[in-house]
């Protein structure tokens, strides 16, 4: 199945000069949906890990069937105040200014090799951020893996070297 028929360009949202791709149809789709899903574990075969960890929020439409389908725990990475404590944060700048991210302090135990998902990779800022949480936590990103990538906009080149990244759709522009 060709994932990006699913994809629906929208010209100028949320401002002129922007082309914003719209997963809602492709989540809209049963078959699309359970489709990304078993590509995306398909695209993982070869890489050992023991959870998925999905930023929010679209990250968790994404990470949280991955990890159910791969019989795998799931750990969010939310924004600031939406976990009880303890939580470790993660401040990380922007374009336009800095944004956090947090984790559950301790959510690593015997099971440390962990898979970031998104559902997009555009300058890779967020991604970056959250691999930078993973490792302060004691984790070890094994991959990241990405429905759409904006390749255009270079996100993969901010992510840690050597760590695999996977994208199911890529963009030139």
Do not use: C, W
Not at 140 to 160: I, K, N, S, Y
Request: no cysteine; net charge negative.
């Amino acid at each position: 199945m060709n994932l990006q028929d699913l994809i629906r360009e929208v010209p100028d949202f949320p401002k002129p000069g922007i082309l914003f791709r719209d997963i809602t149809p492709l989540l809209q789709d049963a078959t699309g949906l359970q489709a990304t899903i078993a590509q995306m574990s398909m695209a993982l075969s070869s890489i050992e890990f023991d959870l998925v960890v999905g930023i929010e929020s679209r990250g968790f439409i994404f990470g949280v069937p991955l990890a159910h389908h791969l019989k795998l725990g799931f750990i969010p990475v939310r924004k600031p105040g939406k976990l009880p404590p303890p939580v470790l944060s993660h401040s990380y700048s922007l374009e336009y200014g800095s944004d956090t991210l947090e984790m559950r302090d301790q959510v690593f135990s015997t099971a440390k090799r962990v898979v970031i998902v998104d559902d997009l990779i555009a300058t890779g800022g967020t991604a970056a951020a959250t691999a930078a949480l993973v490792q302060r936590a004691g984790g070890r990103v094994q991959a990241f893996a990405f429905v759409v990538e904006l390749e255009g906009l270079g996100g993969r080149h901010h992510l840690p070297a050597g760590i695999p990244v996977i994208s199911l759709i890529p963009y030139q522009n």
